[in-house]
């Protein structure tokens, strides 16, 4: 075994380790969360090569959407050269892929192309990031640490790329066969001599992968977090039309106990139920967890939002941001010490009553999300928290619930005057 | 019953005859009582007697869907009425049920089966598509003019409900100059959500207001829509532009009775 190939395998089990303990953290995390029943497994291979493979959401913000879906498809093609560079690293070997032949051209082709047209569409993220040139990345959630994520990915997956075009450039000066269109026409332009390419070849192998390595643990602390869960998250996303809300079963299953109290003695094993709703981050379900480690903070669903849009405090985006944080904070407390108490919440100290009346329940935001997380879910629950468990409701709100229970109408008009409008 | 032109049969009137329609009519709230939607509701009657459609209304016994109850958090609320109504369409054998509120199309359609309920549930602006596209209805012989259409959230977004209503209105000899926001990509009026019975938040505009000059940028002389709470909230909207002399709101099913002269 060679010294570079101890060094590669070195970093890579680092890199696994590390990787596996965050994993680990987040499945703890997750096991904190409520149950969600998820089916209908055909469908949902559908909705993953429509959304995400296709990018069908992403593209309806026209040139962002043609910038991000360029990384994303130049992203699985490259990956293919990653994987690649693992195996050769692993076990000292040198293009141990090309074996395939033709098609290995044409993919370590694409990847050439893909790596220049994302170092282009990178820059013109990061200056749309510099320049504040795009209302939706501001808002009060928006902190300077979220802008400095942005930018640190994106500053790394630039690296990433350079370092590749390095690669492909150092192999085509020494060869003038390589498969690579965009790297050809460089030695072209930027003629070197041979006797350096080797040396070059090697420093962006080194600093390409490493890169990759250190990218992949940094991620799932930053909202680029996403690389790893917005497929996942699209797949096991919603399939019911976007205005259909959960029945609560607990609710159910307490009024038919009301209308039938016999059913009480031949239930075996009584429903717990912990609590109405959603108040604090352990009452949310693990679906909706997860649309907050996919939430990639792009601010589409704010910025339809008719509450945001308006001035109202009111940010669909707010709703994920704050729930991971709460869970950071939270979860690791919690799992030490079950009973743990900080006397806050996720509704009250994070989200406030302000902004969960405000919401039209329009459904603008899920629409608009490219990676298919379910903004209303997070509201309906905590209404239905300061509801039924607080009995709290906007003020109007009390005076509609009380004109459905006695006329059954939101509005207090008697029932007997149910056909008036015939003859209006 | 039968007042002022139009003939509204009675469910429990016509069930205990042995009849059942094949119909049901959900008038809805705002079909019953809102002084303005009250017409709309007409209307779609008036459609439904000219193309001869066995339908009923239950009147008195209809009651709240619980929709606003629910999408403001109360559940319990939400699944007893929504139990109620269940048995009332069991106890008449209610097949199909026809709404011209979106809301109730919604909930009656998308959340009432968690409950038990198995009704074909229609969108009016459904069938009425369905009936011009088997010439039951007529189209217009003259070309009328222009007119934008407002999506309701919960016939579009919700129920991706985009197509229908243009085509009705077509059908009717309108040409529809879009907003800049329109289909899924629609502006909510601000009444979903429970909002319509409720203050709105501080902010610096109402929705309302901001969806009123987006249909105001079209420069049409009407404005449409399928909902009653849009038509309320776009309404309210043209007053405070002090622009109602020059510019109606009106639901399709008006457009439709205007057009065709029934």
């Given at each position: 075994m060679t010294t570079s190939q101890m060094v590669f395998i070195i970093t890579l089990i680092l890199t696994i380790v590390a990787f596996s303990i965050?994993?680990?953290?987040?499945?703890?995390?997750?096991?904190?969360?409520?149950?969600?029943?998820?089916?209908?497994?055909?469908?949902?291979?559908?909705l993953v090569l429509k959304i995400a493979l296709g990018q069908t959401k992403i593209f309806r913000f026209p040139f962002a959407g043609l910038l991000h879906a360029i990384t994303f498809w130049g992203f699985l093609v490259i990956l293919f050269g990653s994987i690649e560079m693992v195996i050769d690293g692993v076990f000292g070997m040198h293009k141990s892929?090309?074996?395939?032949?033709?098609?290995?051209?044409?993919?370590?082709?694409?990847?050439?192309?893909?790596?220049?047209?994302?170092?282009?569409?990178?820059?013109?993220?990061?200056?749309?990031?510099?320049t504040h040139t795009v209302k939706r990345f501001d808002g009060a959630e928006m902190k300077h640490k979220n802008h400095a994520d942005a930018l640190l990915a994106l500053t790394l997956i630039l690296l990433l790329m350079i370092s590749l075009l390095g690669m492909n450039y150092s192999e085509s000066i020494l060869n003038k066969h390589t498969p690579y269109p965009i790297s050809?026409?460089?030695?072209?332009?930027?003629?070197?001599?041979?006797?350096?390419?080797?040396?070059?070849?090697?420093?962006?192998?080194?600093?390409?992968?490493?890169?990759?390595?250190?990218?992949?643990?940094?991620?799932?602390?930053?909202?680029?977090?996403?690389?790893?869960?917005?497929?996942?998250?699209?797949?096991?996303?919603?399939?019911?039309?976007?205005?259909?809300?959960?029945?609560?079963?607990?609710?159910?299953h307490e009024l038919q106990?009301?209308?039938?109290?016999?059913?009480?003695?031949?239930?075996?094993?009584?429903?717990?139920?912990?609590?109405?709703?959603?108040?604090?981050?352990?009452?949310?379900?693990?679906?909706?967890?997860?649309?907050?480690?996919?939430?990639?903070?792009?601010?589409?669903?704010?910025?339809?939002?008719?509450?945001?849009q308006t001035g109202k405090k009111l940010s669909p985006r707010k709703l994920l941001m704050d729930l991971r944080y709460r869970m950071n904070e939270k979860a690791p407390k919690l799992l030490k010490e079950p009973e743990f108490n900080d006397d806050k919440s996720y509704l009250g100290n994070y989200i406030s009553l302000e902004e969960i009346w405000a919401c039209t329940l329009c459904n603008a935001c899920a629409q608009e999300c490219p990676v298919n997380i379910y903004h209303p879910q997070?509201?309906?629950?905590?209404?239905?928290?300061?509801?039924?468990?607080?009995?709290?409701?906007?003020?109007?709100?009390?005076?509609?619930?009380?004109?459905?229970?006695?006329?059954?109408?939101?509005?207090?008009?008697s029932q007997a005057e149910r056909l008036n409008w015939i003859n209006a | 019953m039968n007042a002022s032109n139009i003939i509204v049969p009675i469910m429990s009137e016509v069930y205990a005859k042995g009849h059942k329609p094949e119909y049901l009519y959900w008038v809805g709230c705002a079909g019953a009582y809102d002084f303005r939607y009250k017409k709309v509701a007409r209307a779609f009657v008036k459609i439904l007697n000219y193309l001869n459609i066995d339908f009923a209304v239950l009147g008195t016994e209809e009651t709240c869907t619980g929709d606003p109850a629910r999408r403001a958090g109360n559940e319990l609320l939400y699944q007893m009425q929504a139990m109620q109504n269940i048995e009332t369409f069991k106890r008449y054998e209610v097949k199909k049920i026809i709404t011209t509120c979106p809301h109730c199309f919604n909930i009656l359609k998308n959340e009432y089966p968690d409950l038990g309920s198995n009704c074909e549930v229609y969108h009016y602006t459904e069938l009425i598509q369905l009936w011009i596209n088997e010439k039951k209805l007529p189209t217009a012989q003259n070309h009328q003019s222009f007119c934008t259409y407002h999506d309701p959230c919960y016939l579009g977004r919700a129920?991706?409900?985009?197509?229908?209503?243009?085509?009705?209105?077509?059908?009717?000899?309108?040409?529809?100059?879009?907003?800049?926001?329109?289909?899924?990509f629609a502006l909510c009026c601000g009444a979903g959500g429970a909002q319509f019975f409720k203050e709105s938040e501080p902010g610096n505009k109402e929705i309302y207001v901001m969806r009123t000059e987006q249909a105001l940028e079209t420069h049409t002389k009407n404005i449409v829509t399928s909902c009653p709470f849009c038509i309320t909230m776009l309404s309210d909207g043209i007053k405070s532009f002090n622009m109602e002399e020059e510019i109606k709101v009106k639901d399709i099913a008006e457009i439709i009775v205007e057009t065709l002269g029934i």
């Open positions: 965050t994993l680990y953290r987040l499945y703890c995390f997750f096991k904190l969360t409520q149950k969600h029943s998820v089916s209908n497994w055909g469908k949902r291979i559908g892929l090309s074996f395939l032949g033709g098609l290995y051209r044409i993919i370590m082709g694409f990847g050439d192309i893909f790596a220049f047209l994302i170092c282009i569409a990178v820059i013109i993220f990061i200056i749309r990031r510099i050809r026409l460089l030695t072209v332009l930027f003629p070197a001599c041979k006797c350096q390419a080797h040396h070059f070849y090697t420093i962006f192998w080194w600093i390409h992968i490493e890169l990759i390595f250190v990218f992949a643990n940094i991620l799932p602390y930053s909202k680029h977090f996403h690389i790893f869960t917005s497929i996942p998250n699209v797949f096991l996303s919603r399939l019911e039309p976007l205005g259909k809300l959960n029945t609560m079963e607990s609710i159910t106990l009301m209308m039938n109290p016999d059913l009480t003695s031949n239930i075996s094993e009584p429903l717990v139920i912990k609590r109405f709703g959603v108040k604090d981050v352990e009452d949310v379900t693990w679906k909706t967890y997860l649309d907050s480690l996919a939430c990639t903070q792009c601010g589409r669903c704010t910025s339809v939002c008719p509450a945001s997070i509201i309906i629950d905590l209404r239905r928290y300061l509801v039924l468990e607080e009995g709290k409701a906007q003020g109007g709100l009390q005076a509609v619930f009380a004109n459905i229970e006695n006329n059954g109408a939101p509005w207090p008009y | 129920n991706r409900i985009y197509e229908q209503p243009r085509t009705i209105l077509r059908a009717m000899g309108y040409d529809i100059r879009e907003m800049s926001r329109n289909k899924s």
